[in-house]
Every structure is written in C-alpha cells, then in structure tokens.
C-alpha cells in the first residue's frame, strides 16, 4: 500500500503550501539558490556551448556543503535530510540541469551507497573529498550492451587466492567519467549466481588498469561529461569490496532510488526555470493588440503546466520523506521520477512553443530547458522501467 506522508500543511502564506520545513532546510535552500543564480545560472549558456566542465562551479558547490548535502558532517558533508536534498537540488537545477546532473551523481549515487554499505575507513577514504568536492565520484553500471537490463552486464571480477579481485571489461555512459577519481563499480563475480553474482567495488581513476575512453557529444546536460571507461587487469584490494560479494545488484537497485529523488528534483528545476520565463514572457509578449497571456490557448498551457509542476514536487517531496522514514521507498522514487521527467519535457515543450521563435533560438534558454529535460526520461532508470517498477509494486506480479 502506499503511505501518504503526514506532511504538516500550514496555508499561512496566500496561495503556497508550507511543508513546515525546518531552518536547515530553509537554509541549503538559500544558499543553493543565491550560488544557482549568481554564479551557475549566468555561465550555463557558455558551459552548454563549449561543454566545458564547470569545475570552479562545483568546488564553491562543495565548501558550502553542497556536494555532500546527506552526508553527516564527521565525513565532510553538510548532515542534512532527503528534504533538504531536494530542496537545493531543485535550486541548483534550476540554474542549470548540467550542474545538477554533476551534483546529483556526487551526492546519490557516490556518497549514498558507501554511506549506507561502506566501512568506516571506506566513508573516510571515499566520501570526505567527494562531499567537500575537492573530487568528483562517479557510478559505473551501464555498459554498451546493458543499459535497462542492467544484470546483463558483462564486466568481469576475478577473485585471487589472497582475496583480492582482477576487474576486466568496459562501462559507458559514465556521467563525470572523464574527471571522477572516483569510481563506484559493479562487476560480476560469479556469473553463474545471476542477480546474486554482482559485486560492488571501490575504483581510484588514478590506478594502473584504469582507461577512460571517448566522450559522448550529447543532446543536452552538455557541460556533465560523459564516457566510457575500461579496466585491463584493474587490481582491487579486498578493503575497497562495497558490501557484501554478490550484494552489487541490491546495492545498485537501493542507490538507484535515491537517485531516482535527485532526478525528479532536476527535472523541476529545469521545468520550474521555463515555467518563470514563460509567465514573464506571456506578459510582456503582445499580439492582436493584447498580451499573449490574455489568451485562453495561452491560459490553458500555463494552467496545466502549474498543476504538472506542482504535482510533481508533491511527490518528489513525498519520496524524500518516506526516505527520511527509513526502509524502502522505490515506489514513491519511481512515481516521482516518471511523474517529474515527463512534467519537465511537456513543460519545456509547451515553454519554447509559447515563445515561438524565440524558444526556438540560442538567444533564449528556452531550447537548451528543453534539450536538458529529455535526460531526465532516459537516465538512472527510463520512464519505461519506472512504469515497470511501479507496476510491480501495486500489482505484486512479475
Ligand atoms: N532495492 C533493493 N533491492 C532491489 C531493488 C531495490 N530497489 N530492486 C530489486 N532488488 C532486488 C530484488 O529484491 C531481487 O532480490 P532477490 O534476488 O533477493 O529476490 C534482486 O534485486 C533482483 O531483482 P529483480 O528480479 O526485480 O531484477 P530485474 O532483473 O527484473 O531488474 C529492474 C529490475 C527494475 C528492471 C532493474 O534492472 C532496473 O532498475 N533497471 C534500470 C537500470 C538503471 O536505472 N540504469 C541507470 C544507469 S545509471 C545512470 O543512469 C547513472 C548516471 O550516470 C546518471
């Protein structure tokens, strides 16, 4: 069954629901918004246009907590809740999706897994650089041939009589590939288990037997860079194994879900960010002698593209609170990603159509809202298999 968050609401303010967030929460909410506006926001076309990775953006991202923002501050993070994630996330998205993609890898599907199945020297080793971004981590799952099949991998992990494992084989699509020191891996161990024969283990970029291969040229997200990355005889120690031997899979699948929040609060942010220009366009912008925002066509769109955005950080908000809870939360991670992605594209879409020829031209960032929301249907899961997801859970079958 799914449970419906107790959110307190409070209608203090005219109009808003007040979720009665927390300081904290209030607070990473500000200063994610003043760095978004501020520094992110003003380089986004340059960095869209040159694919140039933002790395003075994210070192400030991570000395004012950002890219760590769950991880508790003994490890260099800015101890916040699921909430505030979203929260920031939304914020820093807004500014600019490719940031966000950059922040989001770093923060749930980097630090949350070696947070939640790490030892204590892994979290010290791994995640302290990684949330004060003085380094960027990266997930390595996909591969050419497994990508929604994601247990069809390939990647080999050979285990040596003194317990360490040699790593053969290739991943792609590895968002921050090309700058990450840091590698969160998943290979298989014994390929006979299936499922139960993957392993997780903790990769540095630096090492003999690590390759990173082309970049992908892509249609949006164009300053997160993206790779593919191979392994010749990659040698790890037994102390760098994440979790159990042959718990990968779970561990991919629950940090998966996770990131499945992060992307949904992109997907607002973007959304939100042409949702704003286009009422400020709808006022100014006349035709037959009157604003376009006078025009019950014009109306209509902007109706519907309020109730989608708002419903979707409903349940985006809902997710990060049942995470908050503890347990399992893929369904609500599932209903708000599929919700969010595809609220993000209809808004973008009815966004650059409002504009007309200027959503359509790189003068605005119409276009590039638009390109950048298409990811959010495809990446950490496509809305295809949160629809599988989500079926599976209400109906139990398979
Ligand atoms: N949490 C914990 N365990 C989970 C889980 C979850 N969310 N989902 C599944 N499991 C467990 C199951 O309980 C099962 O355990 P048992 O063997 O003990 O029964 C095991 O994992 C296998 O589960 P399934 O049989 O359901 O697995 P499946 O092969 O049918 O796959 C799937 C399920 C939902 C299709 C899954 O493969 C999936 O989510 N695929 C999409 C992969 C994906 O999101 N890729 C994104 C790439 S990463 C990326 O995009 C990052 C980036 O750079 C931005």
């Known amino acids: 069954m799914v449970t419906i968050a107790p959110i307190a609401l409070d209608l203090e303010r005219s109009g808003d629901v007040d979720f009665g967030y927390t300081e904290e929460q209030l607070m990473i909410q500000d200063v994610a918004r003043r760095i978004a506006q501020e520094k992110i926001a003003p380089s986004a076309e340059h960095h869209d246009r040159t694919g140039e990775f933002p790395l003075d953006n994210i070192r400030l991202l991570g000395e004012n907590g950002l890219m760590g923002i769950e991880v508790p501050e003994e490890y260099g993070g800015a101890g916040m809740d699921p909430v505030a994630y979203v929260l920031a996330m939304v914020e820093i998205a807004a500014g600019d999706a490719a940031h966000s993609t950059i922040v989001s890898v770093n923060n749930s599907l980097f630090c949350n897994g070696i947070l939640k199945f790490g030892t204590e020297e892994q979290k010290q080793k791994y995640v302290r650089a990684i949330a004060e971004g003085r380094e960027i981590g990266a997930f390595a799952l996909t591969e050419p041939q497994s990508g929604s099949d994601a247990t069809a991998m390939r990647c080999r992990a050979v285990k040596q009589a003194d317990g360490s494992f040699v790593i053969n084989g290739k991943k792609s699509w590895i968002t921050s590939g090309p700058v990450a020191k840091y590698f969160v891996l998943f290979a298989i161990s014994e390929p006979e288990k299936g499922a139960r024969g993957i392993t997780a283990f903790l990769i540095d970029g630096d090492k ?9 040229p892509k249609l949006g997200i164009r300053a997160s860079a993206t790779c593919e990355i191979e392994f010749t005889d990659y040698v790890v120690q037994p102390e ?16 998966l879900d996770a990131g499945r929040i992060g992307i949904a609060s992109q997907a607002i942010g973007i959304a939100r960010a042409a949702y704003e220009k286009t009422i400020e366009y709808v006022k100014e912008r006349k035709a037959f002698g009157a604003p376009i925002g006078t025009f019950q066509m014009t109306q209509a769109k902007i109706a519907d593209m309020k109730c989608k955005l708002d419903a979707a950080l409903l349940l985006t908000l809902r997710a990060a609170w049942v995470k908050a809870q503890g347990g399992r939360f893929s369904n609500e991670a599932a209903i708000a990603k599929l919700t969010a992605s595809e609220a993000a594209m209809w808004i973008t879409h009815q966004a650059v159509q409002i504009h007309g020829g200027m959503g359509y031209s790189k003068e605005m960032p119409l276009e590039r809202y638009f390109r950048d929301a298409k990811i959010t249907e495809i990446y950490e899961g496509t809305s295809e298999i949160q629809r599988l997801v989500i079926a599976r859970n209400e109906t139990g079958l398979r």
């Open 208 to 216: 003999p037997g690590f390759h990173r291969g082309k970049t992908e």
């Open 240 to 255: 760098d194994v994440l979790g159990m031997e042959g718990e990968g899979f779970k561990i991919a699948m629950g940090v």
